[in-house]
Nanobody, 122 residues
């Protein structure tokens, strides 16, 4: 199995910054994509940002220019730096990893963390 453990959520004032981190462990041969998604109350889960093993990134439209994503392939970690936070960024943030569990298998598995709450409020 694979576990994703997130950290770094909390309460921040509008305009502030937070950094989320996620560490993957377990039966991992390699990790393709890693990323962050979020879900606000009453809304569907949405893409925040993803990053491939080669460093290519994708961002949700509402966070472009404010959030950055990075990863450490050697440590199987991914981080999300969130700047200029707005109240509408309030949500539970979930880490995701697409994992190859064996060298001789082409099957990819998608895993999710337990979620970390980010609240932007004055």
């Amino acid at each position: 199995q694979v576990q994703l453990v997130e950290s770094g959520g909390g309460l921040v004032q509008p305009g502030g910054s937070l950094r989320l981190s996620c560490a993957a462990s377990g039966s991992i041969f390699s990790i393709n994509g890693m990323g962050w998604y979020r879900q606000a109350p009453g809304k569907q889960r949405e893409l925040v940002a993803t990053i491939t093993s080669s460093g290519s990134t994708t961002f949700g439209g509402s966070v472009k220019g404010r959030f950055t994503i990075s990863r450490d392939n050697a440590k199987n970690t991914v981080s999300l730096q969130m700047n200029s936070l707005k109240p509408e960024d309030t949500a539970v943030y979930y880490c995701n990893a697409v994992v190859k569990r064996a060298s001789n298998s082409g099957i990819l598995f998608s895993y999710w963390g337990q979620g970390t709450q980010v609240t932007v409020s004055s």
